[in-house]
């Protein structure tokens, strides 16, 4: 599967932005999604990930209370609205995507997943 990450840009502290991650090929409700990002000279940090189905969902703890991850299978595209946005967000923001569904932890981590877009930057300025 191909990933292609857009809505990336320059923002204000507090406001808020929404990034959308397409998916190719037919078999998008198959995957897990998740967003990742990587702040320069920082490893790559979870954000979030919606399971197959988009009944459940799991956020990072930097992020939890002001971003939501939802997902539409129909458009296979996976969403990140981002509010009450801090200088600390900045950084690349990475859509993957994983045929894996199961444990938590593991879809929490990088290995986890088996396809990543190309990022979409997210400055926000204070």
């Known amino acids: 599967v191909q990933l292609q990450a857009s809505g990336g840009g320059l923002v204000q502290a507090g406001d808020s932005l929404k990034l959308s991650c397409t998916a190719s090929?037919?078999?998008?409700?198959?995957?897990?999604m998740g967003w990742f990002r990587q702040a320069p000279g920082k490893e790559r940090e979870f954000v979030a990930v919606?399971?197959?189905?988009?009944?459940?969902?799991k956020y990072g703890d930097s992020v939890k209370g002001r971003f939501t991850i939802s997902r539409d299978n129909a458009k296979n595209t996976v969403y990140l609205q981002m509010n009450s946005l801090k200088p600390e967000d900045t950084a690349i923001y990475y859509c993957?995507?994983?045929?894996?569904?199961?444990?938590?932890?593991?879809?929490?981590?990088?290995?986890?997943?088996?396809?990543w877009g190309q990022g979409t930057q997210v400055t926000v300025s204070s």
């Open positions: 993957a995507a994983t045929t894996y569904n199961y444990v938590w932890s593991y879809l929490g981590t990088t290995a986890g997943y088996d396809y």
């Open positions: 090929g037919r078999t998008f409700s198959s995957y897990a």
């Open positions: 919606i399971k197959r189905t988009g009944g459940t969902t």
